[in-house]
């Protein structure tokens, strides 16, 4: 994806931000605690806050969080859910806090849209030392054979590349964080999965589904045509006759300690 196409995806959310607030999952509680068990203190910064799916899971577990989001429409539903969570806009490439003024830094499902060159360095600016930087990521457990079959029909517009467990630890093993070259260094990162799911109906997982970039950014004939082919796919399997269904889910979390 050159600069252009990917600036395009990471900016389409706005227009779905009632959506995503929605249909978009939480995170995993576990996942959470293992991203946030190195930091040396409970002063969280949840960073491309979105619509605030990590900040609540964040507030529950009991970190003083604050949460960062560029888009307006994204920052407004995230203070409408959670009108006691600070809430500031600004970005990862101009982090509007002071140096040092955080115990951890996590994002979720947003790490991939920073520009780490310019939001490494910022990122370290604002932790303190021994903090963490985590990302997370809410993934399709494929594994299980109508989710395999999901992802097909769905395409990688609405299953992307880090969406299922193999293909999110392959990209994120390559992904850019602030290493020996720069000013405040990170050591080596980590990566670990842990269980979790959403409960949907066949609906609702479609209005997930339509809220990831890729069917975003279609022309409107296309992701119809592409709603249309993931909920025949999902009439014709047994498993989501019921109506009600927990989605077979992980959360991935790749982390790293300020040095």
Do not use: C
């Amino acid at each position: 994806m050159d600069h252009d196409e990917q600036s395009l995806h990471a900016s389409s959310f706005g227009s779905a931000a009632v959506a995503y607030a929605e249909h978009r999952p939480d995170y995993a509680r576990a996942a959470v605690r293992w991203a946030l068990e190195a930091a040396p203190g409970p002063r969280v910064l949840d960073l491309g806050a979105g619509t605030g799916k990590l900040t609540g899971t964040l507030v529950a577990l009991g970190a003083d969080v604050v949460a960062v989001e560029p888009d307006a429409a994204m920052l407004g539903e995230l203070r409408r859910a959670l009108p006691a969570v600070r809430a500031l806009p600004g970005s990862a490439e101009r982090i509007p806090l002071p140096d040092a003024s955080v115990d951890a830094v996590v994002a979720g499902n947003a790490m991939h849209w920073f520009d780490m060159a310019v939001a490494g360095p910022e990122i370290a600016r604002v932790l303190a030392p021994g903090g963490v930087l985590a990302g997370l990521w809410n993934l399709l457990d494929d594994e299980v054979d109508w989710v395999a079959g999901l992802a097909r029909v769905g395409g990688t517009e609405a299953i992307g590349e880090r969406d299922t467990p193999a293909s999110w630890r392959a990209v994120t093993a390559g992904m850019h964080l602030p290493g020996n070259g720069d000013a405040a260094r990170f050591g080596s990162p980590e990566q670990s999965v842990f269980p979790h799911g959403q409960r949907r109906t066949a609906g609702s997982l479609v209005d997930t589904l339509a809220t990831r970039a890729g069917m975003l950014v279609m022309p409107e004939q296309e992701r119809e045509a592409r709603r249309s082919a993931i909920r025949a796919y999902l009439a014709g399997r047994p498993e989501l006759a019921d109506g009600e269904f927990t989605l077979p889910m992980l959360t991935g979390v790749l982390r790293a300690k300020r040095l």
